[in-house]
């Protein structure tokens, strides 16, 4: 069974151009979680999607960031009009269904973005 | 909301002694889940052990056990007969796995702890 995949790696983009960062979670799994890790900081919250439906966002900047889970195909974290703030590594998990026990995520490798 | 607090941010061992890592939280709910994650420098996040708040037992997996003091919100990580691939960042991090539905499964994280294993 297939880990957690997300690409790419190691994405670079210009200031001004748009960020597309995939995740394909772990097969069976449902629930999608996106982190964002600033330099020297652990991971903070951006967003929690199930099969076309956003849960919860309250962690997701206001503007220029937005997130999907089609019901086919990996789910999707696009920045729009990057800029040097939003360099950082982003992580995808992935989760079972709340039935199947405790919500124990598992990671992707993360996509490391750098905006020059 | 939830607040995960690890007031170490680098400690240090020599190879086969035993180190612990602190993680103090902040709720008012009576049912969630800890966690403490590893990322070496490779930035993989790992599960390193999890506990269920509800369970009295400390969790151990082989050489790392958790001091889990549900009053005091403390949730330490000991790490026995250190190896050097035991060198990375560590995490606590919280779960509310009933919050109100929207939060369901979302994971609150500490600043983390970088450990430094010495021959």
């Known amino acids: 069974n297939a880990g957690v995949m997300q690409n790419p790696r190691h994405l670079v983009r210009r200031r001004g151009q748009e960020a597309r960062l995939r995740c394909s979670p772990m097969k069976g799994h449902s629930h999608v979680y996106w982190y964002r890790q600033l330099p020297e900081e652990g991971l903070k919250f951006m967003v929690y999607l199930q099969k076309e439906n956003i849960i919860d966002e309250s962690g997701m900047p206001k503007e220029r960031f937005s997130a999907e889970f089609p019901k086919e195909g990996p789910s999707i974290l696009r920045i729009q009009q990057v800029v040097r703030g939003d360099s950082a590594a982003y992580f995808c998990?992935?989760?079972?269904?709340?039935?199947?026990?405790?919500?124990?995520?598992?990671f992707g490798p993360g996509t490391r973005l750098t905006v020059t | 909301a939830q607040t995960v607090t690890q007031s170490q941010p680098e400690m240090s061992v020599q190879e086969a002694e035993t180190v612990t890592l602190s993680c103090t939280y902040d709720t008012s709910e009576n049912n969630y889940y800890l966690f403490w994650y590893k990322q070496p420098p490779s930035r993989q996040m790992i599960l390193v052990i999890r506990?269920?708040?509800?369970?009295?037992q400390n969790a151990t997996e082989n050489r790392f056990s958790v001091n889990f003091q549900k009053a005091a919100k403390s949730f330490s990580l000991k790490i026995s007969d250190s190896q050097l691939g035991d060198t990375a960042m560590y995490f606590c991090a919280f779960m509310d796995p009933d919050a109100g539905g929207t939060s369901y499964g979302k994971l609150t994280f500490g600043q983390g702890t970088i450990l430094t294993v010495h021959p």
């Open positions: 998990a992935s989760s079972p269904s709340k039935g199947q026990g405790v919500n124990e995520q598992y």
């Open positions: 506990q269920e708040a509800y369970k009295q």
